[in-house]
């Protein structure tokens, strides 16, 4: 058992023995991820020149067909820094910590 430090604390760390299978799905799952992260960079690119084209209209039409549309969306959120400026005792007892697993250091 190795022991690590986060944030200074000190916090257990137990290891498991990985076959070879899950070691070539370790490998695959880092690819997957290089290839999200090569394609979300070409959705970006391909979503500015979308929108570009639309300049001041809602819809994209080619030989009378519709082939885009500009769809309004919305969402409510807390502001976070007022809440904490304006009411910092408010702030503090509704926040709230999610803890959650995250795969790191990826073997390829």
Do not use: C, Q
């Not at 039409?61 to 519709?66: D, G, L, M, P």
């Amino acid at each position: 058992m190795a022991e690590a430090v986060v944030s200074g604390v000190a916090s257990a760390t137990t290891t498991a023995k990985a076959t070879s299978k899950i070691v070539a799905a370790v490998s695959d799952f880092a690819a997957v991820k290089a290839e999200i992260t090569r394609l979300e960079k070409i959705k970006a690119a391909l979503a500015d020149t979308i929108t570009e084209a639309f300049g001041d209209a809602r819809v994209l039409v080619h030989r009378n067909i519709e082939i885009a549309r500009l769809d309004e969306r919305s969402r409510t959120t807390t502001d976070d820094a007022k809440l904490l400026k304006d009411f910092p005792e408010v702030h503090a007892a509704t926040r709230k910590t999610t803890t959650y697993d995250v795969i790191v250091n990826i073997h390829r």
